[in-house]
């Protein structure tokens, strides 16, 4: 685990990053392998099943191996310099098998290879192939073109491409729980960030088919869909519902859907089916998607809403458009509308010129919310984005180190305590499988996110949910038996 991260969920989970996916081909096997692996978000994991089935209708065959494959492709991260770095490293590593089989052709996919475009092939020899991340569906003519001899680059950004109609094959799963991808990039330029460079503008995906795919996942066994988007409050969708659709209750004549609509008819697929989603934007998340989550069981009461910072002169320059008091009052509704909610977030310590006082508002702002979760890092200046244009990097390496470590001592306390309170209740837990340590316990999640271990009972399968009396925790487990 790294210094700037603490406690990994499904979306940000760090134990995934730089997996490799594999998964049978779809079409007539044409003798190739292919090896992938993905590093940072969500979203890429996501994508790598997009590439993996755009490849398997041309015949290729995974293998966890990069040794043995024909093609080898790292879908990269530039969201911090660490992210960059991590990959380079890897890079090198590939060399060797590259060294010992020349026809090999290496690619790197995603936001790194979209923020460098051709810089890359002079900056890593080793690289034959360059794509970003709305190029996937020329994948199979990039790789002709390199296996005629040419080196190839597609980093064009798109205002349209959603990838709706590539069913992706699910990678490494477990059978229950399964991305489903409702939107691609993002429209708001906070000064820190470089996705909007990276992933483009923000569009949304035809709501239809989200819940087809919802459904489509729901009748092959799954049990849980987390819906992905970079600001997934932002979703609009406008377009004609098919009629007679029959998992479409909310109506025909909709069209325009919004979030709140979209999470109700993914909802309504079956009530069995839980439904996550991430990430919210503090600006844009409505007391309309809080009152939906509310009245559907189904949608799980946790919320992934990044506070960046908790003053409102940082939050300024952060071009975050709230501030401190708007994001309280978004914490009030929460708190009103789903009193049992979970809420996790997002911090940068350090940011550019941030005084000892700002931090504080941080940190005091940690104690109103006392969140369930966070995810911190140090600021890390991105070149490209408004923060690099605009302000210094000004805050020395050891004072954003010292910030950053008392927010993760702060955010232990506060994690332990929301653990602490569960002690005695009963949790409904959708169970996952065996869990990492010993298969005479199952794990699974909690409606609000928690990770709940309990004994293994021969009348429960993974897929099913049980209810769990949590007995103690640890400050990331909740620790049961089923009742
Ligand atoms: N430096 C540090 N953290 C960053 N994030 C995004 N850009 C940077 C950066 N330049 C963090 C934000 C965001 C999360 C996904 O990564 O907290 O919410
Ligand atoms: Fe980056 Fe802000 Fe968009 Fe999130 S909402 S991807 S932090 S620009």
Redesign the pocket.
Known sequence: MTMDLLIPDKVHDESRQGEALVLEPVGKHNGRKLYIESYG?AMNFSDSEIVASILAEKGFETTSDFNNADVVFINTCS??ENAEVRVRNRLKEFAGAKFRNPGMVVGVLGCMAERLKAKFLEEEKLVDVVVGPDAYRDLPNLIEQVDSGQRAVNVLLSREETYADISPVRLNSNGINAFVSIMRGCDNM?S????PFTRGRERSRDAYSVVAECKDLFDKGYREVTLLGQNVDSYKWSGQLAKGGEALAVGDEITVVNFANLLEMVALVSPELRVRFS?SHPKDITDEVLHTIAKYENICNYIHL?V?SGNSRILDIMNRTYDREWYMNRIDAIRRIIPECAIST???TGFCTETEEEHNDTVTMMDYVKYDFA?M??????PG?LAAKRYADDIPEDIKQRRLAQIVAKQQEYSFYRMQARIGKIEKVLIEGYSKKSDKDYCGRSDQNAMVIFPVSENYKPGQYVNVLVERTTSATLIGKIV
Do not use: A, G, L, N
């Open positions: 978000c969201i911090r906070c820190f960030c470089v996705v990430t990044p960046q997002d911090v940068i995810y890092f140090k600021y890390s200046e991105r984005t």
